[in-house]
């Protein structure tokens, strides 16, 4: 069983690292969105929510008259700011594709203001499951069966160690192997249940990739069974009711004021028109959910026989379904509220450490043999534990540093990650494994102290600026850059005190060894 565990966790290690990484990060994928796109004007007083209708309206209006689909984004504690997007059809006259457009609005002048092009958070938390580079369904397989094996480690984990809680409470420093077990288990055993949780919520929502030659074996080849399947398999129960109100009277404004006569106590977060090229179009008012893992209610206005009906989603028609909504909520996290969402940030981030320690770990038992292999190992380690989050922070430095209109910018803000986490592998192969993790830390704690810099240099924004005018965000995400950067500062200032340390052992042991 130790075996298992070993290896079923060395396996992937890196893999689950970038995993874990890239995933926690997405937990404030919102935030960071907000600050790679500093252009954006923020909502600081109360607007009246018919005053967000009315602006929004005119201008997609005047900048969207033929486009499909419509949606009014309202602003939030996590997106304090107003948006307008739009699906525009595709062209054959002038060879444009079909595509969304998404634009900010002045609150003060309900003007569009343009931001820069960028990849933002959601690209960067999309990194933990499609990997970027690789093809979609490659990505999925991959990430698929290196999340299999993390399940397998924690299950061995619980098993082998069966003094697992007694040993949480318990920390010897400064004894070298020993101490970073200690940690290893401090890291598994505290947010353990988060682990388990998102493990197999993971597993669960790519089954449909990892078991589509069940779904080709029973349901079907191709993918248009495979969205047959997955519609049949996700319909909602609904209730339907028609309600008193003229059906040539209905519109966005009408709808979204008897929505908020329903639900007194639910702030709107989004107002849609679907299928407005269609004879009787959808008018959709999604509302803050106020309890439990649901995050919204959607409520749909249509035109059905000269009357208005209004349509509601009570949740899956399925059990199975059912499952996999909570599984998916529980794993995204969407519905948490400000305190609940950097409880799943730190759990993340302690799974980066579990995982991070294990690799430290499996090079220290083997660090006797001295073999090239295993200083490469140990090499790698800083490279990937250390290298990624120094090619996070390069890929924000990017986000300021590129011309804003460079041409493919969103892509190249990408690409800088990855040139950057190359070049951490390539510096640490050429160092030795210590030098190696110094030089690492140190660098990792200037790319995060200098980003709030960054930010003011080359914007409007700077920590004083945000807390003047209640950026609440701007300056959050700057303060979590000097946090990050104090803590990477702190691990190689302890480093490089216990290399002096056993180095001037050495020594003696040498001068005594020679006497």
């Not at 080709?216 to 069974?225: I, L, V």
């Not at 028609?242 to 519109?251: K, V």
Request: net charge neutral; hydrophobic share 45%.
């Amino acid at each position: 069983m130790s075996w298992l565990h070993t290896w079923s966790g060395f396996a992937f290690a890196w893999l689950l690292f970038f995993i874990f990484v890239t995933g926690t990060v997405g937990y404030f994928e919102n935030e960071i969105d907000r600050w790679m796109k500093p252009e954006i004007a923020i909502v600081n007083e109360p607007i009246d929510d018919l005053t967000i209708l009315n602006t929004a309206q005119q201008q997609l209006t005047a900048k969207a008259d033929d486009a499909t689909q419509w949606y009014i984004s309202y602003p939030s504690a996590r997106n304090p700011y107003i948006d307008i997007s739009w699906l525009q059809p595709a062209n054959k006259e002038t060879g444009t594709r079909r595509q969304w457009y998404e634009k900010n609005l002045a609150p003060n002048t309900g003007e569009l203001i343009t931001t820069r092009e960028t990849s933002g958070g959601e690209t960067l938390y999309r990194l933990h499951y499609n990997l970027h580079y690789v093809p979609i369904v490659v990505g999925y397989l991959v990430t698929s069966l290196a999340t299999m094996l993390m399940l397998i480690g924690l299950v061995t984990g619980v098993i082998i160690h069966k003094k697992i809680f007694i040993e949480f409470f318990t920390f010897r420093a400064n004894k070298g192997l020993r101490s970073w077990l200690d940690i290893h288990n401090i890291f598994s055993v505290l947010p353990l249940p988060f682990h388990l949780m998102i493990t197999y919520s993971g597993l669960i929502l790519l089954m449909g990739i990892s078991f589509a030659p069940v779904v080709d074996a029973t349901y079907g080849e191709g993918q248009k069974m495979h969205r047959q399947l997955y519609d049949e398999t996700q319909a909602e129960n609904t209730t339907t009711q028609f309600i008193a109100l003229p059906a040539e009277s209905l519109s966005l404004e009408t709808a979204l004021i008897d929505s908020k006569s329903r639900f007194k106590d639910q702030s709107v977060s989004y107002l849609g028109v679907v299928e407005r090229n269609a004879e009787q179009p959808g008018f959709e008012v999604w509302l803050d959910a106020d309890q439990g893992i649901e995050f919204a209610t959607l409520i749909t206005y249509r035109v059905v026989e000269n009357k208005v009906q209004i349509e509601q989603a009570t949740g899956k028609k399925y059990s199975a379904a059912e499952v996999y909504d909570v599984l998916e909520h529980l794993h995204e996290g969407v519905f948490a509220d400000i305190y609940l969402r950097w409880l799943y940030f730190l759990s993340g981030l302690l799974g980066a450490g579990m995982i991070a320690s294990g690799m430290i770990i499996w090079v220290q038992k083997r660090k006797k043999q001295q073999t090239r292999f295993i200083n490469v190992i140990d090499k790698l380690n800083a490279s990937v534990v250390v290298g990624l989050p120094i090619a996070i922070a390069a890929y924000f430095w990017a986000n300021r540093i590129l011309p804003v209109e460079m041409v493919s910018r969103a892509q190249w803000e990408m690409h800088s990650l990855f040139i950057v986490f190359a070049l951490c592998c390539c510096f640490c192969l050429v160092r030795a494994p210590e030098k190696a993790w110094q030089n690492m830390l140190w660098l990792a704690a200037a790319a995060y102290a200098l980003i709030p810099l960054v930010n003011m240099l080359t914007t409007k924004h700077s920590m004083l600026a945000s807390l003047q005018n209640n950026d609440w965000l701007m300056l959050g995400f700057d303060l979590s850059m000097l946090v990050f950067a104090g803590g990477f500062a702190f691990a190689a200032v302890v480093l490089q005190k216990r290399s002096v340390i056993t180095s001037s052992n050495s020594h003696i042991k040498q001068t005594v060894k020679g006497i």
